[in-house]
């Protein structure tokens, strides 16, 4: 510890990895079994194997960990459940990726084989990614892991499917589905990310089989016309109407295609004619439904076009659409062709163009389990923070459609259904058929498919404590407490846990949804690896430290808003580090040299401690040292060092722990509503700026005094504990390291307790005196300041009042003011003439002169304040002439001449501060 407390600035470097080994290695990250409150849970989301940590998981992480560590020191049984996810495409694609490399295909390996070497690769990554969630110092109780893809979870997977399956929820059928062609599986809408793309809108021909004409389409994508089963136009449209029932050729192909009436058909839009490509289109699919038509795919899986494009069977879709276009033209089929923007849906993980394809897949009806979700939110049951989420949330549970649960990849949890060789009978199951219950039948073969990665996502809040037994995990933790995580994913994840809890569960999965931000560059845009935008977080820890980029995360980040990170962001984290470890070797330094002890033998303090159960504001108004001496032993236990009296608490110790216990007050209502930022911030403002500016300031005589150090320290070193354990939750590192210089700490400050403050808080004279003498100060300052006093230079402070009673008020506090604006003295007068020269200020009610002689040199201050004067009028003279000539008032954009309006306003203000200077001079 001497070689830290040696240190001129703090490194965190070895402290972090120390701490948090010991806290590991005393069971501090699991709930106290002890502890019989209301327990406090979240389970965290689980990272992909595939990755490492970003930014946006530095925020979310960080939240959650301020909260269970929060929860924990309120003495609340506190869990957090640490898992990871297997990324079903991701993890697949990375592997695929691998073994390309390698020269070997997936598909010639097998699946076995394939799966053997996803195991291996998943076991490598999940180490790393579990050891940088370490290092930012997450609490999270390891002995409780999850992964997504384990036999526990498996096995809730499986349960869930056959019992939606039994309740006729889940289905296979024939249906057009988002497909992806670079990994040949079907995804979900919510998986599909529109991009806006500059393309064609090309208007083609279809000539009337009986010769009679032509009707005009317009496509973006004429490379599907193959596939057009039929074109419509609206049933009731006076112009087109006729055609209904006649045929068309349909262009470079020897078919002929109907004419049909269909409300989808819009005659104020386009052409008023609409080709109808039932494989290949999601509104078309369902045109096609209604009318019977025939389901013509065009393409295989892998976007290459088939035979039933005749001579262009073998090109990819893009090369397609250019050879039929020319084709076309060539025919004399092509009537025009526009520019045209429109939004292409894209696959969110490979970025690959998204096919409508038509295909057998799984689906699980969502309807009748959105209602009770939907109900939940609605009637407060379950919490969106920000509120105007909630609208969103709404919006698409109102609109549900099916979700489509099957994927053609062999990562991931195998659908649970076997097919019989014999007889075709479908047969879900919650472990492999010994024979088909139908015929008899030994010959099955299980599905290839595997599950939507987010349907063992979906189970997360209970499957992770024992779900489907009803574990004492399970009974005692959930419903959980809180979920945090990003707004991206309130379709994905948010809503189907709710649904899933509600389903399996009949209760809510959590209490509250705590929605974070983006993070963002300085430029605004969302931190990634693909931008190469997005630091490495643990280079970040390592140069920062974890405690530097928790502060500045959670602190400069709002409730639900987006958070513009740059360096500049961590240089506040990394300079609060700094300042509190500075002010803990002032106060101990000092402590040292007192020989103080460290206080009575005690037991170790309570775990919760509510500072307005020791008495009053009248009682801490009465008997102030006594109420110290309680609140010392409800912080440490026992008593404070050295003997204390009501006198010994001074203005400024009174002033501060008034605002102590505001601080208190104020961080644990924020931390109540979730505003994270706000109970970090107003901490981070009471330690910097008046324990550290102004109080460690006001007592720095005192401390050097061997008759008076004793009492002051007391409140020094309890300032610095409560002020310590506030900020555990957001700066858990340097807090503990510091806690455990105190000579009065006992064990780990991460069990320890949180203070709690409400009602009136004490010594409102005091803190009203103590605030006056700040303003005094600062008002003192700045005229030192605008009168060009030279640090060194001290001189006499005069505060002049209206009354007799002002000036008693005042006379107690002189010294203090003195000494805090760095003058000789300070006195007080009731009335009389100003004295001159001198500078002059206002405080409220208090009128302040600094006399200058000896203060500053008169002669070269006026000379500096006639050339600064100078300077600015002769600006002015050439502003006045600017904005008095018409040519360039008339031609200059508005903003430039109100800039120059406002800048001269601006100049003529301080031009008029300058001529009162020199008129205060003589």
Request: hydrophobic fraction near 40%; include cysteine.
């Amino acid at each position: 510890m001497e070689e830290i407390r040696n240190m001129s600035q703090y490194a965190p470097g070895g402290i972090e990895e120390k701490w948090y080994a010991a806290w590991e290695e005393a069971g501090l990250f699991g709930p106290d079994p002890d502890l019989e409150d209301e327990p406090f849970v979240i389970i965290l989301p689980p990272p992909n194997v595939t990755g490492i940590l970003h930014m946006g998981h530095c925020l979310g992480n960080s939240i959650q960990d301020t909260l269970i560590r929060w929860a924990r020191m309120r003495g609340r049984p506190a869990l957090w459940v640490p898992g990871t996810d297997h990324a079903s495409i991701a993890t697949e694609q990375v592997v695929s990726r691998q073994m390309a490399a390698e020269g070997l295909d997936k598909r010639e390996v097998g699946r076995d084989a394939f799966l053997e070497r996803a195991w291996v690769w998943k076991e490598q990554t999940h180490g790393r990614i579990t050891q940088q969630i370490r290092r930012l110092g997450c609490s999270l109780d390891w002995s409780r892991e999850a992964f997504t893809m384990d036999e526990a979870r498996n096995r809730a997977v499986t349960e869930a499917f056959v019992r939606l399956k039994e309740k006729g929820l889940i289905y296979r059928d024939v249906y057009l589905v988002n497909w992806c062609p670079h990994d040949l599986t079907a995804i979900s809408d919510d998986e599909v990310e529109y991009r806006e793309v500059e393309g064609h809108l090309w208007h083609l021909k279809y000539p009337l089989a009986d010769g009679s004409g032509h009707v005009t389409v317009a496509t973006t994508r004429p490379e599907t016309m193959f596939g057009d089963s039929a074109v419509a136009v609206h049933p009731n449209d006076p112009e087109r109407k006729h055609l209904i029932g006649k045929m068309v050729k349909l262009p470079l192909t020897d078919r002929e295609i109907p004419i049909i009436g269909d409300h989808h058909a819009d005659p104020e839009k386009g052409t008023g004619f609409v080709k109808i490509t039932p494989a290949h289109d999601p509104n078309d699919f369902e045109v096609g439904r209604r009318h019977d038509l025939e389901q013509v795919i065009c393409m295989t899986p892998a976007g290459i076009m088939n035979e039933q494009v005749g001579s262009f069977a073998g090109l990819g879709r893009s090369e397609c659409r250019k050879a039929v276009v020319e084709a076309l033209e060539k025919d004399g089929l092509l009537d025009k062709t526009e520019k045209h923007v429109h939004q292409v849906g894209h696959h969110d993980r490979c970025g690959h163009i998204i096919e409508p394809y038509l295909s057998r897949q799984w689906f699980l009806k969502m309807e009748d389990l959105a209602t009770p979700a939907v109900k939940a939110v609605a009637e407060g049951e379950i919490k969106l923070f920000p509120e105007r989420w909630v609208g969103v949330y709404d919006n698409w549970m109102n609109n549900i459609r099916d979700w489509c649960i099957s994927r053609q990849l062999w990562w991931g949890h195998r659908i649970p259904v076997w097919y019989c060789d014999d007889c075709s009978e479908e047969i879900a199951a919650l472990a492999e058929p010994g024979k088909c219950p139908a015929c008899g039948s030994g010959g099955l073969t299980q599905e290839e498919d595997v599950l939507d990665t987010w349907f063992s996502s979906w189970l997360w809040t209970f499957s992770t404590l024992g779900w489907p037994d009803e574990t004492p995990d399970l009974k005692k933790f959930h419903p959980t407490t809180v979920l945090v995580t990003a707004p991206d994913i309130i379709f994905f994840w948010v809503a189907r846990m709710i649904m899933a809890s509600y389903e399996f569960k009949n209760e809510k999965p959590f209490a509250e949804v705590l929605f974070h931000g983006i993070v963002r560059d300085e430029e605004g845009r969302k931190m990634s690896k693909s931008l190469g935008n997005s630091p490495d977080p643990i280079l970040i820890i390592d140069e920062y430290g974890s405690d530097a980029l928790r502060c500045s995360l959670v602190m400069l980040t709002p409730t639900g808003q987006d958070i513009f990170f740059s360096e500049t962001t961590l240089e506040v984290g990394r300079n609060f580090c700094n300042k509190i470890f500075q002010a803990t070797k002032l106060v101990l330094g000092t402590w040292d040299e007192a020989g103080l002890p460290a206080g009575n033998p005690a037991d170790m303090p309570p775990r919760t401690l509510e500072i307005a159960t020791l008495g009053p504001a009248a009682d801490w108004a009465e008997r102030p040292a006594e109420m110290f001496t309680g609140l010392w032993a409800g912080i440490f236990g026992g008593n404070p060092p050295a003997d204390l009296s009501d006198e010994d608490l001074r203005l400024e110790d009174r002033w501060i722990l008034g605002r102590l216990m505001d601080t208190v007050s104020g961080c644990g209502a924020n931390m109540e509503k979730r505003r994270l930022n706000d109970a970090a911030y107003g901490v981070f403002n009471f330690f910097r700026h008046e324990f550290c500016d102004w109080y460690l300031e006001a007592i720095k005589p005192r401390l050097r005094d061997e008759k008076e150090r004793g009492p002051v320290l007391g409140v020094a070193v309890l300032g610095l504990a409560v002020s310590y354990k506030l900020l555990h939750p957001v700066m858990p590192f340097i807090t503990e390291e510091l806690w455990s210089w105190l000579p009065p700490s006992k064990g780990f400050l991460m069990n320890s307790s949180f203070p709690g403050f409400k009602g009136e808080t004490p010594f409102a004279p005091e803190r009203a005196a103590f605030e006056q003498v700040m303003e005094i100060v600062g008002a003192i300052r700045n005229l030192r300041n605008e009168l060009g006093v030279q640090p060194g230079k001290r001189g006499r402070a005069i505060l002049r009042v209206p009354s007799a009673g002002e000036a008693s008020a005042l006379e107690g506090a002189l010294p203090l003011i003195a000494l805090l604006a760095k003058m000789e003295n300070a006195e007080v007068v009731v009335g009389g003439e100003d004295p001159s020269p001198a500078g002059a200020a206002v405080a409220g009610s208090v009128e302040i002169f600094l006399p200058m002689e000896g203060l500053v040199d008169l002669d070269k201050e006026k000379a500096r304040l006639h050339k600064e004067l100078a300077g600015i009028e002769g600006w002015m003279k050439g502003c006045r002439a600017k904005l008095s000539n018409e040519k360039f008032t008339g031609n200059a954009p508005d903003h430039v001449v109100q800039k120059q309006k406002d800048l001269l306003a601006e100049n003529e203000a301080k031009a008029g501060k300058l001529k009162e200077m020199l008129d205060a001079l003589g």
